[in-house]
């Protein structure tokens, strides 16, 4: 049974950082798709980014282009989610979530993905 874990939540200042940890235990997240979605209060699940299965091929959506960076530590088994310059918008609960079927690309639909971690909680503040 794959297990997934993420982690590095909190309470950070608007313009600060955080990083967050996705670790996968009875499964190997390395050469697969991987995606963090997020949900805000009041709102629906939605994709932040997703990687295809080497993580060369990724998808960030608009709103966090240029201050979110994804990586992978393969020796590690987890996924990492590089938040910079965070803005009160980006308050959210994050779910890493992989799929364990290669694919070709990244996928943005929470159906395509197999493991679900539990989430964690991102709360910014003015």
């Known amino acids: 049974q794959v297990h997934v874990v993420e982690s590095g939540g909190g309470l950070v200042q608007a313009g600060g950082s955080l990083r967050l940890s996705c670790a996968a235990s009875?499964?190997?997240?390395?050469?697969?798709?991987v995606a963090w979605f997020r949900q805000a209060p009041g709102k629906g699940r939605s994709v932040v980014t997703a990687s295809n299965w080497n993580g060369r091929n990724i998808y960030y959506v608009d709103s966090v282009k240029g201050r979110f960076t994804v990586s992978r530590d393969n020796a590690k088994n987890t996924v990492y989610l590089q938040m910079n310059s965070l803005k009160i918008d980006d308050t959210a609960v994050y779910y890493c979530?992989?799929?364990?079927?290669?694919?070709?690309?990244?996928?943005?639909?929470?159906?395509?993905?197999?493991?679900w971690g539990q989430g964690t909680q991102v709360t910014v503040s003015s």
């Open positions: 979530a992989f799929r364990d079927r290669r694919g070709i690309g990244y996928y943005l639909t929470e159906s395509t993905y197999d493991y």
């Open positions: 009875g499964g190997t997240i390395s050469n697969y798709p």
